[in-house]
Antibody, heavy 121, light 110 residues
């Protein structure tokens, strides 16, 4: 059974940095892309990008390029989302998800429970 | 890239059928078979309902079906039930090797 488990909620101050972890299990971690999705309060889903854990290849949405960084640790089957220079507008739920094998990442089949990030002074 | 266009809300009575549209461009919906649909209840993570335009994952009711014509994809829910009341999002692969979501549609079961 595929499972996606994210780290807990975080409260940060403007200008601080943040790292969210996402442990994926129940399949071969290196064979599937891992994606990140943002959902601001009361708003829709926004695709942030994906990372391929086998070689850490990444694809970023233009809307998030330069503000976020993805990484992965194959030894613990865990992906990470790094956010720097946080602003109140970064307050959102962040979802980690499995997004298909290398040549077929057109959909997201398993989602984490979400990590709520609050940025406030 | 711009979000795909969905109606903000749709509604239907129990037992009826409803259709939610998802309009994109030749660079996303019209150009690829990779259109998917997600159901999200308040406070919960999204759930995959349809992938590759018209395929259902194991465990998803056959009351849910998908289709595509040109740059518009559609999700149809037949035999509407109270439990179907949720937000629905479409997504598509794009020519930039990214994914883009629609703005979401709130389904109300009257």
């Amino acid at each position: 059974e595929v499972q996606v488990v994210q780290s807990g909620a975080q409260v940060k101050k403007p200008g601080e940095s943040l790292k969210i972890s996402c442990e994926l299990s129940g399949y071969t971690f290196t064979n599937y892309w891992v994606g990140w999705v943002r959902q601001m309060p009361g708003k829709g889903l926004e695709w942030m990008g994906i990372i391929y854990p086998a070689d850490s290849e990444t694809k970023y949405s233009p809307s998030f390029q330069g503000h976020v960084t993805f990484s992965a640790d194959k030894s613990v089957s865990t992906a990470y989302l790094h956010l720097s220079s946080l602003q109140p507008s970064d307050t959102a739920m962040y979802y980690c998800a499995r997004q298909g094998p290398y040549y077929d990442f057109g959909h997201i089949d398993y989602w984490g429970q979400g990590t709520l990030v609050t940025v406030s002074s | 890239q711009s979000a795909l266009t969905q109606p903000a809300s749709v509604s239907g009575s129990p037992g009826q059928s409803i259709t939610i549209s998802c309009t994109g461009t030749s660079s996303d919906v019209a150009g690829y078979k990779y259109v998917s649909w997600y159901q999200q209840y308040p406070g919960k993570a999204p759930k995959l309902m349809i992938y590759d335009v018209n395929n259902r994952p194991s465990g998803v009711s056959n009351r849910f079906s998908g289709s595509k014509s040109g740059n518009t994809a559609s999700l149809t829910i037949s035999g509407l039930q109270a439990e179907d009341e949720a937000d629905y999002y479409c997504s598509s692969y794009t020519s930039s090797s990214t994914l883009v979501f629609g703005g979401g549609t709130k389904l109300t079961v009257l």
